[in-house]
């Protein structure tokens, strides 16, 4: 059962374009997150929200940029991507304590070309 | 920093045959760890996960323990199926509650 929404599935762009992506969960979560997914299967941590705000920064390149209106919505923008952006983009929610289960959108694949 | 380490990439092995995941981790703070599985074009899903030293924890048959000692918490599971062919992740629970993941190990189950 689906408790973390992510839109869109798919999207394919050119070199220098801005995309954004969308994260809902219904969990009840105050913490959630943005995971980057890379074509080796490789899950690294961009971002974490509590509540609306940010708490770490990866040492994400600028042109990302997380926005968060609630606890239960984080969106994910990109200014001007580049070839490298190329990934699944897995957003995730927990309670936020360290022993927490976070639980795992079904991602956003990116293209760029 | 935290980091963890899984040394197989890949796994194949026969229907009902043992099998065992390792996974090793360096952090400063107390560890707790954890075992997601990905299937193919899903999304990670808990496995299992621990926190307390030298207990054993399992979850659909697969078991892991928690070593301190050696900081290491192998996966392993004693007759794999068909359906268990997926990439499972071992992972590090952060000082701020982020999970730092390793680099994955794909698992084929062959009939």
């Known amino acids: 059962e689906t408790a973390v929404f992510q839109t869109p599935n798919y999207h394919v762009t050119q070199v220098g374009n801005e995309v954004s992506f969308n994260c809902k969960q219904t969990?009840?979560?105050?913490?959630m997150y943005w995971y980057k997914q890379d074509s080796k299967k490789l899950l690294k941590i961009m971002f974490s929200y509590n509540n609306k705000q940010l708490i770490v920064n990866e040492t994400v390149p600028r042109r990302f940029s997380p926005q968060s209106s609630d606890k239960a919505h984080l969106n994910l923008r990109i200014k001007s991507v580049e070839p490298e952006d190329s990934a699944v983009y897995l957003c995730?929610?927990?309670?936020?304590?360290?022993?927490?289960?976070?639980?795992f959108g079904p991602g956003t694949r990116l293209l760029v070309l | 920093g935290d980091s963890v380490t899984q040394t197989e990439g890949l796994v194949t092995l026969t229907k009902g045959l043992p099998v065992m995941l390792n996974c090793t981790y360096q952090t400063t703070y107390s560890p707790f760890l954890f075992w997601y599985v990905q299937h193919l074009n899903e999304a990670p899903k808990l496995l299992l996960k621990?926190?307390?030293?030298?207990k054993r924890t399992e979850h659909q048959g697969f078991y892991a323990t928690l070593h301190k000692s050696s900081s290491s918490f192998h996966l392993q599971k004693s007759s794999v199926q068909l359906s268990d062919s997926a990439l499972y992740f071992c992972a590090l629970s952060s000082n701020y509650n982020v999970l730092y993941f390793g680099s994955g190990t794909k698992l084929t189950v062959e009939p």
């Open positions: 621990s926190s307390t030293d030298n």
């Open positions: 995730a929610s927990s309670s936020g304590g360290a022993q927490d289960t976070q639980y």
């Open positions: 969990l009840g979560h105050d913490t």
